[in-house]
């Protein structure tokens, strides 16, 4: 399985995936490519130092060595998409894990690879979806919170789950300390959706 990763920061979830995809925790795959929309991502360092090829990917479009910002410099997003979409076609990919990628994908890119793309996201879905998940749960009083991994649609958050774990909230919890359980989770919950995936 040719795998593609899109991230937009961080990308711990990203190195947890090409870690078990080089210990052969997720058989028979390779990392062809992880695309970053932000050109200071910190995941690209990470993914670069594991052997992994990376590029970028903005939305705005860059003057000479320069980036412009301006709106009527960006490409919609279906440029954007068809951007990234050949650079995943090119290399055979046939599975996208999106891993904290900040943007909302297009049509076009849905069904350039039907059931082929997939998220994680920090909570139980369909509860809490979109951002400050952490501040919200313990707003809530909740008792539970954790992770899902799931099909990506049109829409933020949603299609089909196919895991989810559950991490209790402890009594004093900060978003910060919830978060960093749930991180525990996510990494462990998205190499084990993505093996279950294979074998399907
Ligand atoms: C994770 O919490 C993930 O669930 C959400 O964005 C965050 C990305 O973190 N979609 P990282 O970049 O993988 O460290």
Redesign the pocket.
Known sequence: MNIGIL?S??????VALVDAVKSGEIPASEVAVVISDKADAA?LEKAKARGVETLIIQRERKIGTLVDTRVSARKTREEHDAEIIGELKKRGVELVCL??YMRLLSPLFIQAFPNRII????SLLPAYPGLDVHERVLAAGEKFSG?TVHFVDENLDSGDIILQREVEVKEGDTPETLSARI?EQ?HKLYVDAVKQLISD
């Open positions: 991230i920061g961080r990308g711990s979830n990203m995941g891993a904290g998220n994680i996201h920090p992770c991180f996510e």
